[in-house]
């Protein structure tokens, strides 16, 4: 389940960019909570994007297990529940989207950038948020044939303020809102984060495959805070 959280503080969390929309969109950063049986996603902001991001699209048939997520979802939406075709053959064709940020490099760049330097402070001081870095969902078939059409997705910053998905040249083709989108399922990346020379906090790496971080890189920015024993007094 995809959950916005709305957030009340002082600091850099309360100074954090207004998340005008409460759906999360692929690129969003928020906390995974995981349970036996369900994780959720709790939305706690979204980075201005200056240049598209790239992202990856896959067409890909249900499983079983994907099936009783979407299920799921439906239900918990209020959904009409999915009419099951008696011929498996038919049922077996159903598929859904599959959505990854494939532009990694791109997307740190853009963290780093002075346009998310609040929210890059907010990443620094809670190492449990984390990149929204791939979806699956399900569309209406205008928006299917739309996605359909192309080999590649771009993620963008809309004219409001918020994300969205591009299929083409931004001046002809209107974006895609994560509110036409049923979202189900998705996976999560954390990040590793440096020091410049001037000693400054940025992401690194974005860890798209889980594992540990490389080199000098630390998945908690707090740890590169620390000052070495030796020039302890």
């Not at 099936?67 to 064709?93: A, F, H, S």
């Not at 000693?199 to 998945?219: F, N, S, V, Y």
Request: with cysteine; net charge neutral; glycine share 6%.
């Amino acid at each position: 389940m995809l959950l916005a959280l709305v957030l009340h503080a002082c600091g850099p969390m309360h100074q954090m960019q207004k998340v005008e929309s409460p759906l999360p969109m692929i690129g969003s950063m928020g906390k995974q909570r995981s349970g036996l049986f369900k994780k959720d996603f709790q939305k706690v902001g979204e980075p201005i994007l200056a240049s598209a991001i790239a992202i990856s699209v896959r067409s890909v048939p249900f499983t079983s297990s994907m099936l009783g997520k979407y299920t799921k979802y439906r239900e918990n939406q209020g959904l009409q529940p999915l009419v099951m075709e008696k011929d498996t053959t038919k049922t077996k064709r159903l598929r859904y989207f599959e959505l990854t940020i494939t532009d990694v490099i791109g997307l740190a760049k853009a963290l780093n950038s002075v346009d998310n330097e609040v929210l890059l402070k907010y990443l620094q001081e809670d190492s449990d948020l984390v990149l929204l870095s791939q979806i699956s969902f399900m569309a209406d078939t205008e928006t299917a044939q739309r996605i359909e059409s192309v080999d590649h997705l771009y993620l963008v910053t809309d004219t409001n303020g918020v994300l969205a998905l591009q299929t083409g040249n931004a001046r002809t083709d209107y974006p895609i809102s994560a509110s036409v989108l049923e979202t189900f399922d998705f996976e999560t990346a954390g990040f590793c984060w440096k020091k410049d020379k001037r000693g400054k906090l940025q992401i690194a790496h974005i860890l798209m495959d889980g594992g540990t971080c490389p080199g000098d890189t630390e998945g908690n920015p707090k740890k590169l805070d620390k000052t070495p024993d030796y020039l302890k007094l």
